[in-house]
């Protein structure tokens, strides 16, 4: 489960009663805000009395469907506007529809413009009783001070790497044991950012970007223009090929160096540092490039020459060492 540590807070506090009617939950992209939210709106619609959320009272099961009628979300791909705030005031002056509470969820809150934010102030400031409100957000300082001061404030971690892995395992069965450590490694608790990882597109350019190295580390000239150049790549696809192979070199220089990487992937055969560094140079001289309008063809090519110098520079490096 996500964010465990401050759901048990959360579910004790609607056990005893004390829970407040504004909250600020902030979290990078993907920790999981919206999910915390929706488990707090059913703790404080349970109407179990032990445990909070019981998970099978009749407000649990439908919060689990996202059919509560009292519990309402604004924002979500787009920021909330001022027309979606004076909504949300409007419904908060109604009685709630199945018990004694209405929680409303603001997504994106930091990307409120000031004046929806000043809209919502009102609310914050005199909610009515049976009022809660979560406004989630990526970061607190794009909030208007005079909001911020108004909520309680509840920072998600994420989660811790066990819990990380168990659910990764879970989502991702195929996936070996090394690719879900390394994902857990990157995430830093992270559950969005984890699943982007072992996502097929991302695997996919992981695996390109290490073909690339390879090619070009064991001179393989002619297969590397093949493989750089033949795709016809668009430039988004083309820099994030060249991402990946940054990540992948960076990587690889590290381990080389002895700096210990908490997540070991497959060591690449004949790599040098000299040739590591190389490998590095020429992506980031072909991102430039693409960053500065270049024919992505051209730019596709020139990388696959540099590439290609990349093996010379490996073999005076090893000669040097003998
Ligand atoms: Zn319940």
């Given amino acids: 489960m996500l964010n465990t540590a401050e759901k048990a807070r959360f579910s004790e506090t609607a056990r005893k009663g004390l829970c407040s009617h504004a909250y600020i939950v902030d979290g990078t992209a993907g920790i999981g805000k919206f999910?915390?939210?929706?488990?707090?709106?059913?703790?404080?619609?349970?109407?179990?009395s032990r445990i909070k959320p019981c998970g099978v009272c009749p407000s649990c099961l439908k919060n689990a469907q996202r059919e509560h009628p009292d519990v309402a979300v604004i924002g979500g791909e787009k920021a909330p506007s001022v027309a979606d705030v004076r909504e949300l005031i409007h419904r908060a002056s109604l009685k709630p529809n199945d018990g004694e509470r209405q929680v409303f969820i603001v997504r994106n809150a930091d990307k409120m413009l000031a004046s929806a934010q000043n809209a919502l102030l009102k609310l914050f400031e005199e909610p009515p009783e049976s009022v809660a409100v979560f406004l989630l957000t990526e970061s607190r300082s794009s909030l208007l001070p005079t909001v911020l001061s108004?909520?309680?404030?509840?920072?998600?971690?994420?989660?811790?790497?066990q819990e990380l892995t168990a659910l990764l395992k879970n989502e991702f069965?195929?996936?070996?044991?090394p690719e879900i450590a390394e994902a857990v490694a990157k995430a830093e608790g992270n559950i969005g950012a984890a699943r982007g990882y072992l996502s097929?597109?991302?695997?996919?350019l992981?695996?390109?970007?290490?073909?690339?190295?390879?090619?070009?580390?064991?001179?393989?000239?002619?297969?590397?223009?093949?493989?750089?150049?033949?795709?016809?790549?668009?430039?988004?696809?083309?820099?994030?090929l060249l991402g990946a192979l940054l990540e992948l070199s960076g990587t690889e220089l590290k381990r080389k160096s002895g700096i210990p990487a908490r997540a070991e992937c497959e060591p690449l055969p004949n790599a040098t540092k000299k040739a590591l560094a190389a490998i590095g140079e020429a992506a980031q001289n072909c991102l430039?490039?693409?960053?500065?309008?270049?024919?992505?063809?051209?730019?596709a090519?020139?990388?696959?020459?540099?590439?290609?110098?990349?093996?010379?520079?490996?073999?005076?490096?090893?000669?040097?060492?003998?």
């Fill in 200 to 204: 097929k597109t991302s695997a996919d």
């Fill in 173 to 177: 069965p195929a996936k070996s044991g």
């Fill in 35 to 48: 999910e915390f939210a929706l488990f707090c709106a059913s703790a404080l619609l349970c109407s179990d």
């Fill in 288 to 299: 430039m490039a693409l960053e500065t309008n270049a024919n992505v063809t051209a730019a």
């Fill in 301 to 322: 090519s020139k990388l696959a020459i540099e590439l290609s110098g990349v093996t010379a520079r490996q073999t005076t490096d090893i000669k040097g060492r003998k």
């Fill in 150 to 161: 108004r909520g309680q404030r509840i920072h998600l971690d994420g989660m811790t790497e």
């Fill in 206 to 240: 992981r695996a390109s970007a290490r073909t690339v190295a390879e090619l070009a580390l064991s001179r393989r000239r002619y297969e590397l223009f093949a493989a750089l150049v033949q795709p016809k790549y668009k430039r988004e696809q083309l820099a994030s």
